[in-house]
T-cell receptor, first 112, second 115 residues
Framework: GNSVTQMEGPVTLSEEAFLTINCTYTATGYPSLFWYVQYPGEGLQLLLKATKADDKGSNKGFEATYRKETTSFHLEKGSVQVSDSAVYFCALTQYNFNKFYFGSGTKLNVKP | KAGVTQTPRYLIKTRGQQVTLSCSPISGHRSVSWYQQTPGQGLQFLFEYFSETQRNKGNFPGRFSGRQFSNSRSEMNVSTLELGDSALYLC??????????????FGSGTRLTVV
């Protein structure tokens, strides 16, 4: 089957610290992988995506590389800001499916 | 361009009542999906509609239903509300069915509280 596992939160960092949020997946076939972000009181916003192995998705300083050999899609950012405080969701879908499998979410708190 | 619009933003209902939530997708998007988000279960897929047809359905009881109109707007209905139905209901749109690898665009959600 298909599933996504994320590291437990919350993650608390100081401003300008390095961020890693781990995500691993189980999937049949060749999934597409995503990171979504949810700010308080809001819906989910697409942060980045990768549709095949070794692809790197990037946006707003965040990066994640699709690693098929380790079935991982870890989210990284070199220097976090207070405004990055949010809940981050890793997700996968299969081509020709319109259903996402989401991880449980990781809450990030960035302190000034 | 306008994003995905969900109405209402907040709703309080009593057990046993029914509720209808509305979602207007991004212009040109023909696929609409619904998700339920709760602290305990996380994000769970409810159903997906494309061209007024339900294409996929999650593991929810028959009290949860939906439909899509010819202008791609969608509604979901929950009948005989239970306390456990309290959740944030998110609607997402995409260009078409089978295009999920392009990514969804989500609305801000409807926060349903059942008392």
């Amino acid at each position: 089957g298909n599933s996504v596992t994320q590291m437990e939160g919350p993650v608390t960092l100081s401003e300008e610290a390095f961020l890693t949020i781990n995500c691993t997946y189980t999937a049949t076939g060749y999934p597409s992988l995503f990171w979504y972000v949810q700010y308080p009181g809001e819906g989910l916003q697409l942060l980045l995506k990768a549709t095949k192995a070794d692809d790197k998705g990037s946006n707003k300083g965040f990066e994640a590389t699709y690693r098929k050999e380790t079935t991982s899609f870890h989210l990284e950012k070199g220097s976090v800001q207070v405004s990055d405080s949010a809940v981050y969701f890793c997700a996968l879908t299969q081509y020709n499916f319109n259903k996402f499998y989401f991880g449980s979410g990781t809450k990030l708190n960035v302190k000034p | 361009k306008a994003g995905v619009t969900q109405t209402p933003r907040y709703l309080i209902k009593t057990r046993g009542q029914q509720v209808t939530l509305s979602c207007s997708p991004i212009s040109g998007h023909r696929s609409v999906s619904w998700y339920q988000q709760t602290p305990g279960q996380g994000l769970q897929f409810l159903f997906e509609y494309f061209s007024e047809t339900q294409r996929n359905k999650g593991n929810f009881p028959g009290r949860f239903s939906g439909r899509q109109f010819s202008n791609s707007r969608s509604e979901m209905n929950v009948s005989t509300l239970e306390l456990g139905d309290s959740a944030l209901y998110l609607c997402a749109s995409s260009l078409g069915t089978g295009r999920a690898n392009y990514g969804y665009t989500f609305g801000s959600g409807t926060r349903l509280t059942v008392v």
